[in-house]
């Protein structure tokens, strides 16, 4: 079974860059055709999708977010990464990290709806504060 571990800081000061970075164990992120996601909940709030990695290194990205983040990944490693800069206090959530299965990355499919993931890191609490 397919495992993911968040880890990274708790808090952030406003202003700054969060980087918190996903291991995936059992499997290789590169693996056809898997896409690799970061999810955050914030409190009161539903589930909010952030952007994905494909297993080609292809990457999407919330447009209300794009502005903001970017995925990267070490294959060496089974690892990805999210950076968000300039973090305000809206940006405390539980983040998560997530996997799915799907079809070749040119196919153009949405893979934005949490609902769809069906691996599931247990979550990162980071919390945006002076």
């Known amino acids: 079974q397919v495992r993911l571990q968040e880890s990274g800081p708790d808090s952030v000061i406003p202003s700054q860059t969060l980087a918190l970075t996903c291991t995936v164990s059992?499997?290789?992120?590169?693996?056809?055709?898997?896409?690799w996601s970061w999810i955050r909940q914030s409190p009161g709030k539903g589930l909010e999708w952030i952007g994905y990695?494909?297993?080609?290194?292809?990457?999407e990205y919330s447009p209300s977010l794009r502005s903001r983040i970017s995925i990267t990944r070490d294959t060496s490693k089974n690892q990805f990464t999210l950076h968000l800069t300039s973090v305000t206090p809206e940006d405390t959530a539980k983040y998560f990290c997530?996997?799915?299965?799907?079809?070749?990355?040119?196919?153009?499919?949405?893979?934005?709806?949490?609902?769809?993931?069906?691996?599931w890191g247990q979550g990162t609490q980071v919390t945006v504060s002076s």
């Open positions: 997530a996997g799915r299965s799907g079809v070749p990355y040119h196919t153009g499919l949405d893979y934005s709806d949490p609902d769809g993931y069906i691996f």
């Open positions: 059992t499997g290789s992120i590169t693996t056809n055709y898997y896409y």
């Open positions: 990695i494909a297993y080609s290194g292809d990457t």
